[in-house]
């Protein structure tokens, strides 16, 4: 019995130290696996430079006359000729003078392209030339009226600036006469009173209410950015005052 009991630690002993043995193994392969890659140090790939470049061939430009390019060497300075540049042969040592003293100053009277009296190419035509043709619609600048411009006595009212009240009369008011006086005027363009007619009202109003519009004075009344002469009409009220 004590064969049997030593029998059976020495068989556990054996056991344990195979379970060891075993889990040392797996922990050495899983370290091997883990730290062999660190180890190795790749060499970093090499970059090779490729150059090059899309290019674009343009195409030949025309042969340029030989007479032209012996007159470009000759002045010594590029020349332009449909558009392309002729560069000069010899470069001069000695910058280009230019003597403009027989050259005439443009006219006023020149006509630009598209500008009337403006300075540019002679190919145009001036102010006068274009007035007087008539398939060119030339806008031209608003003339002003010759007769009076009838405006409405509410829109003059507001181009009163001076406003005489007239003096009534004290037979009228005595009679205990009223009413409303309607006068026809022409305010010139300085803004004074003319041709003051009477259109209705009580004769014993009459002359006080055209004494007074006599003395009244308008800003002068614009069409087209001009002060022009206006027909209107005034009214001049008489109200009896007290009992």
């Given at each position: 019995?004590?064969?049997?009991?030593?029998f059976?630690?020495?068989r556990?002993?054996?056991?344990?130290?195979?379970?060891?043995?075993?889990?040392?193994?797996?922990?050495?392969?899983?370290?091997?696996?883990?730290?062999?890659?660190?180890?190795?140090?790749?060499?970093p790939?090499q970059?090779r430079?490729i150059?090059?470049?899309l290019?674009?061939?343009?195409?030949?430009?025309?042969?340029?006359?030989?007479?032209?390019?012996?007159?470009?060497?000759?002045?010594?300075?590029?020349?332009?000729?449909?558009?392309?540049?002729?560069l000069?042969q010899v470069i001069p040592?000695?910058?280009a003078?230019?003597?403009?003293d027989?050259?005439?100053?443009?006219?006023p009277?020149?006509?630009?392209?598209?500008?009337?009296?403006?300075t540019?190419?002679?190919?145009?035509?001036?102010?006068?030339e274009?007035?007087?043709?008539?398939?060119?619609?030339?806008?031209?600048?608003?003339v002003?009226?010759?007769?009076?411009?009838?405006v409405?006595?509410g829109?003059m009212?507001?181009?009163?600036?001076?406003?005489?009240?007239?003096?009534y009369?004290?037979?009228?008011?005595?009679a205990?006469?009223g009413?409303t006086?309607v006068?026809?005027a022409t305010?010139?363009?300085?803004?004074?009173?003319?041709?003051?007619?009477?259109?209705?009202?009580?004769?014993?109003?009459?002359?006080?209410?055209v004494?007074?519009?006599?003395?009244?004075?308008?800003?002068?009344?614009?069409?087209?950015?001009?002060?022009?002469?206006?027909e209107?009409?005034?009214?001049?009220?008489f109200?009896?005052?007290?009992?």
């Amino acid at each position: 019995m004590f064969q049997e009991a030593l029998f059976e630690s020495s068989r556990s002993a054996r056991s344990k130290t195979a379970t060891m043995a075993a889990f040392f193994l797996q922990f050495v392969a899983v370290a091997l696996v883990l730290i062999v890659p660190l180890l190795h140090i790749a060499t970093p790939p090499q970059v090779r430079l490729i150059t090059g470049a899309l290019s674009f061939v343009a195409p030949p430009p025309a042969p340029v006359p030989a007479s032209d390019h012996v007159q470009a060497a000759q002045s010594g300075f590029s020349e332009l000729l449909n558009e392309r540049v002729l560069l000069p042969q010899v470069i001069p040592v000695h910058p280009a003078q230019i003597h403009d003293d027989n050259v005439a100053p443009p006219s006023p009277f020149a006509g630009g392209n598209g500008i009337l009296g403006g300075t540019g190419s002679n190919t145009g035509h001036n102010v006068a030339e274009l007035l007087a043709r008539t398939d060119v619609n030339v806008v031209r600048p608003p003339v002003a009226p010759t007769h009076p411009v009838t405006v409405s006595t509410g829109v003059m009212q507001g181009f009163l600036l001076k406003r005489v009240q007239p003096v009534y009369p004290a037979w009228a008011q005595a009679a205990r006469i009223g009413g409303t006086v309607v006068l026809s005027a022409t305010i010139t363009r300085e803004g004074t009173i003319e041709n003051l007619q009477v259109i209705s009202g009580h004769p014993m109003l009459v002359g006080a209410a055209v004494d007074a519009v006599r003395h009244w004075r308008y800003r002068p009344y614009l069409l087209n950015g001009q002060p022009v002469e206006v027909e209107t009409q005034i009214v001049v009220n008489f109200t009896i005052t007290g009992s």
